[in-house]
C-alpha cells in the first residue's frame, strides 16, 4: 500500500513508519524535520501542516492508499488536511487519545461514552485542552466520512523513542540510585500501551479498510503501579536502590513540599475521586479486532537500552527533570524535595 504519515519521524509517527516498512508499504512522511530524522526508505516531504500552500504541495502529483495522522492537535489542522486530502486517498486514521471523553478518569468509558463538547470548525491556535481532541476526530469524520475514517483513542504511550518522559524519567532515576520515593498504593492498577503494538495494531486495522473508533490501550489490571516501579527499579536501578513508599495523604498535603500527581511523580495518579477510573478504559473492543499488548517488562527494557544508546536528552537538566522550565508537561521532582519527603515520611 501507499501511505502518508503526517508527522512520521517522532515517537508514535515513528513507529507507524517502522511497522509499514517492515510490510513492504510504501511510505510517505510529511513534517517539518524538526524532531527527528526521517527513516530510510521513506519518501520524506517537507511543509508545515498549518500552512494550505506547503499541503497543497504536498498532494500534487500524489495519491495514497490511506493516511495516517499521528500529529495534529487543533481541529483546524485536522480540517484542513482532510479538505486536501479526501480526493487523494481512501482512507484516513486519526489518533485521538482516551481524554477525548467527557468521562474520562470519573467513569468507565467506552467507544460509545460522549466526547468532550468541541466543534469541527473550531478556529486554529486554542491553549491546549482535552476538548480538542474531540474537535479533531469530528472534524476527521466530517472531511472523510464515517466509512471512511479509523479513530483510534489512545491510552498512554510509552517505549522506545518517548517524547513524553514519563517511562524515561523513572528509568533515569532509579539509574541514579539511593532510596526513591514510591508513591500511593504499589496495588492500583496502570493501563498504558506499548507505541510499538498500538502502531502495528493501527496498521492492521488500515490494510484491512476498517472503520470506527477504538479504544486502544493495555487491558485493564494487567499491570501495577507497584510493578511498574519494581520493574523500572530491576532494569535500570544502580546498586542499592531502594524503593520508599509513602501514602498518597502525605504528598498532597498542602504546604511547599506538596507534590503535584502526574507530573512530579509522572504516572502517579492518586486515590481521590476524580482520578477514580483512570485506568479503567473499556479497550475489549480494540482486543477482540486483534489488538496485543506486549509484558512490560520488555517495553522496560527496549527503552532502557534506547536511553544507554541515545544519552542525555536536550530537554533534560541536570537534575533529571525533563521538559522546558514552567512547561505544562514539565516530568520530575527536584531532588532536594524528594529528599526531604522521604526524611519526613519514608
Given amino acids: 500500500m ?26 510517505t512522511t510529511f513534517n517539518r524535520g524538526l524532531r527527528g530524522p526521517d527513516l530510510p526508505g521513506v519518501e520524506a516531504v517537507r511543509g508545515d501542516r498549518d500552512s494550505a500552500e506547503d499541503l497543497a504541495r504536498l498532494v500534487g502529483g500524489r495519491r495514497w492508499d490511506a493516511v495516517v495522522d499521528t500529529s495534529a492537535q487543533q481541529p ?16 484516513y486514521t486519526f489518533v485521538s487519545s482516551v481524554h477525548a471523553c467527557a468521562d474520562w ?28 481532541k474531540a474537535g479533531c476526530e469530528r ?19 510509552v517505549g522506545p523513542y518517548e517524547v513524553g518522559g514519563r517511562l524515561p524519567w523513572w528509568l533515569e532515576r532509579m539509574a541514579r540510585g539511593g532510596r526513591v520515593l514510591a508513591p500511593g498504593d504499589p496495588g492500583r492498577t496502570v493501563q498504558v500501551i506499548d507505541v510499538r503494538d498500538f502502531a502495528a495494531f ?3 486495522l488500515l490494510t ?17 503501579f507497584g510493578q511498574w516501579l519494581e520493574t523500572c527499579r ?34 502517579w495518579a ?9 485506568w479503567q478504559v473499556d479497550s475489549s473492543r480494540a482486543r477482540a479486532a486483534g489488538l496485543r499488548c506486549r509484558p512490560f517488562a520488555e517495553t522496560a527494557r527496549d527503552t532502557w537500552e534506547w536511553l544507554r544508546t541515545r544519552g542525555p536528552a536536550e530537554d533534560t537538566d541536570a537534575e533529571g527533570r525533563k521538559g522546558a522550565p514552567g512547561s505544562l508537561f514539565r516530568q520530575g521532582i527536584e531532588p532536594a524535595k524528594e529528599q526531604r519527603l522521604l526524611a519526613a515520611h519514608g
Fill in 2 to 27: 501507499k501511505i502518508l504519515l503526517l508527522g512520521g519521524s517522532s515517537f508514535l509517527g515513528r513507529a507507524y513508519a517502522v511497522e509499514a516498512l517492515a510490510h513492504g508499504h510504501q511510505v
Fill in 76 to 91: 483546524a489542522q485536522v480540517a484542513l488536511s482532510v479538505r486536501l486530502l479526501r480526493e487523494r486517498a481512501d482512507h
Fill in 105 to 132: 478518569a470519573t467513569q468507565v468509558i467506552t467507544e460509545d461514552s460522549p466526547l468532550l463538547p468541541c466543534p469541527a470548525d473550531t478556529p486554529p491556535d486554542q491553549p491546549f485542552g482535552r476538548e480538542l
Fill in 139 to 157: 472534524a476527521a469524520l466530517t472531511g472523510f466520512g464515517a466509512e471512511r475514517t479509523l479513530v483510534l483513542s489512545s491510552g498512554l504511550l
Fill in 202 to 204: 493501527g496498521l492492521d
Fill in 208 to 224: 484491512a479498510g476498517t472503520a470506527g473508533r477504538f479504544l486502544t490501550t493495555a487491558p485493564p489490571g494487567q499491570l501495577t
Fill in 234 to 267: 530491576e532494569v535500570a536501578g544502580a546498586p542499592g536502590t531502594e524503593l520508599v513508599r509513602i501514602d498518597d495523604g502525605p504528598l498532597l498535603a498542602e504546604g511547599p513540599d506538596r507534590v503535584e500527581p502526574w507530573t512530579e511523580l509522572p504516572f
Fill in 270 to 278: 492518586p486515590d481521590l475521586p476524580e482520578w477514580a477510573y483512570i
